[in-house]
């Protein structure tokens, strides 16, 4: 079994940062694309971002020129750096891993638990 944890939600004013990580763990062998999606209150899930596992990156307009994703292959690990934040940037962030190839070669598609982000003053 494959679990995608994420940390680094919070509190924070407009025009602050905040890091959000993604931690993939289990029975791995390699991990292609992984991403980051929101869902904001009464809307529905969103992409964030996505970075394959050569590198290759595609943002949301919304978010582009603030965040940046990046990601660990060693640790199976991916990172969303969010600057300048908006109150329209409030949302539930969830970590995504569509194709994870197992250890027995069996390919699943996971997502993260969540974790909030709240832009407010």
């Known amino acids: 079994q494959v679990q995608l944890v994420e940390s680094g939600g919070g509190l924070v004013q407009p025009g602050g940062s905040l890091r959000l990580s993604c931690a993939a763990s289990?029975?791995?062998?390699?991990?292609?694309?992984m991403g980051w999606y929101r869902q904001a209150p009464g809307k529905q899930r969103e992409l964030v971002a996505t970075?394959?596992?050569?590198?290759?990156?595609v943002y949301a307009d919304s978010v582009k020129g603030r965040f940046t994703i990046s990601r660990d292959n060693a640790k199976n690990t991916v990172y969303l750096q969010m600057n300048d934040l908006k109150p329209e940037d409030t949302a539930v962030y969830f970590c995504?891993?569509?194709?994870?190839?197992?250890?027995?070669?069996?390919?699943?598609?996971?997502w993260g638990q969540g974790t909030q982000v709240t832009v407010s003053s």
């Open positions: 289990g029975s791995i062998f390699s991990i292609s694309a």
């Open positions: 970075i394959t596992r050569g590198g290759s990156i």
């Open positions: 995504n891993a569509p194709q994870v190839l197992s250890a027995v070669r069996t390919t699943n598609n996971y």
